[in-house]
């Protein structure tokens, strides 16, 4: 089992529908949580972080956070077009040196 | 405030070659990554240096692949001799802490012929 596993897709989804991005994680202490959005060609940058089981919102953007069911999820409403890129989860596990472990990606489509 | 510094961009070797890339930490952070990040799938940690400290290079082949961070700031990595399939985006990032967010610099690309 993958320590941090993704969808890799591509989830495409039309213009202005609600996206959802899922990922599991295998270390049930695992920490803090964060979505890096990736364009092709360039670097990984921080969307969100999320550390306590809930919802956390940013303008269009929300996680989730289950930690029973070792499960976070992004969710981006009124998609558009300039979203479309690879989305990586994150996960900081704290077992033996804090390690800071990225799944594979989902790569997002918006269609116009 | 300057980001993560990275040199070179590219870069095109043949096999069994040396090469060495070089990163700049945002100014006042204490933790940098290197990652190999191979086309359609996640970065991969090969290091990760606290201060001048190694924290974690389970994942560093070390057989050909060093890093050092002298005076906790700038950092190298190199690959002597270089294979095919260390053809890949090297990314460096640092963060202010391991347990706080990333900030990451633009990648070298590295070709191996």
């Known amino acids: 089992q993958k320590e941090v596993e993704q969808n890799s897709g591509p989830l495409s989804v039309p213009e202005g529908a609600i996206a959802s991005l899922n990922c599991t994680y295998s270390?049930?202490?695992?920490?803090?949580f964060f979505w890096y959005r990736q364009y092709s060609g360039k670097s990984p940058e921080l969307i969100m972080s999320?550390?306590?089981?809930g919802d956390k919102e940013d303008g269009r953007f929300t996680a989730q956070l289950n930690k029973a069911s070792q499960y976070v999820s992004l969710l981006i409403r009124d998609s558009q077009p300039s979203d479309s890129a690879t989305y990586l989860c994150?996960?900081?596990?704290?077992?033996?040196?804090?390690?800071?472990?990225f799944g594979t990606g989902t790569r997002l489509k918006v269609l116009a | 405030e300057a980001g993560v510094a990275q040199s070179p961009r590219y870069k095109i070797i043949e096999k069994r070659q040396s090469v060495a890339f070089w990163c700049n930490p945002i100014?006042?952070?204490?933790?940098l990554y290197w990652y190999q990040q191979i086309l359609g799938q996640g970065p991969k940690l090969l290091i990760q240096?606290?201060?001048?400290?190694?924290?974690?290079d389970s994942q560093l082949p070390k057989d050909r692949f060093s890093a050092e961070r002298l005076k906790g700031v700038d950092s190298t990595l190199k690959i002597q001799p270089a294979k095919l399939e260390d053809s890949a985006v090297y990314l460096c990032?640092?963060?202010?802490?391991?347990?706080?967010?990333?900030?990451f610099g633009p990648g070298t690309r590295l070709l191996v012929l």
């Open positions: 990032a640092s963060s202010s802490s391991f347990v706080e967010t990333q900030y």
């Open positions: 270390d049930r202490v695992s920490q803090s």
């Open positions: 999320i550390y306590s089981n």
């Open positions: 994150a996960v900081i596990s704290p077992s033996g040196t804090y390690k800071y472990i």
């Open positions: 100014s006042g952070h204490a933790t």
């Open positions: 240096f606290q201060n001048n400290g190694v924290v974690d």
